[in-house]
């Protein structure tokens, strides 16, 4: 008997390309499913992930123009206001070189950091000028913000490196 003749419809009618088992790779109907719902998901968290990684390449670019302006103004509150206007920041500090570390070269520096309540806080922190450290708690409904776009049937979870939770959106998010 032929690998079509084995295959069978729900009503066991016999189709080509129809079946609950494909013998050639020995996999059943709902093992070939599984194994397509986790390459969705894969490519699903790879996507957000991108997104996310080019919503603060993006904000981190803002800030790089921000500080070289900031420069060659004698008031920091210019720049306080410029950042209060966008949606994106729900904070501003300035702060000085020994309040917080940055990586040499002039590279920003994300951080985070958990409440007492376990609830994260992410901050983009840039050498302003002088000693002077520019840090900039992100807002976390713009951070987060395409999470309930990126699927109704999946239930996503950001956690840091330690495993505790950055956010969590879906059905099972509880």
């Known amino acids: 008997m032929g690998l079509l003749e084995r295959r069978t419809t729900a009503c066991g009618q016999k189709r080509s390309g129809e079946g609950r088992h494909d013998e050639a790779r020995g996999l059943t109907t709902a093992q070939m499913l599984a194994q397509r719902e986790q390459k969705d998901l894969k490519a699903l968290v790879r996507g957000y992930g991108m997104d996310l990684i080019g919503r603060l390449g993006s904000a981190d ?26 949606d994106w920041v729900r904070s501003v500090r300035i702060l000085t070189a020994d309040e917080i570390a940055l990586p040499s070269g002039g590279r920003a520096r994300l951080a985070w950091e958990f409440d007492a309540a376990g609830t994260a806080k992410f901050v983009l922190a840039r050498h302003l000028h002088g000693d002077m450290v520019l840090e900039v708690e992100l807002a976390p409904d713009w951070l987060w913000r395409d999470l309930a776009d990126v699927s109704e049937d999946a239930t996503i979870v950001v956690l840091d490196p330690a495993g505790r939770r950055f956010v969590a959106h879906g059905a099972n998010a509880g």
Do not use: F, S, Y
């Open 61 to 86: 670019d803002v800030l790089a123009a921000l500080t070289a302006g900031a420069g060659r103004r004698p008031d920091e509150r210019w720049l306080e206001d410029e950042l209060g206007r966008l």
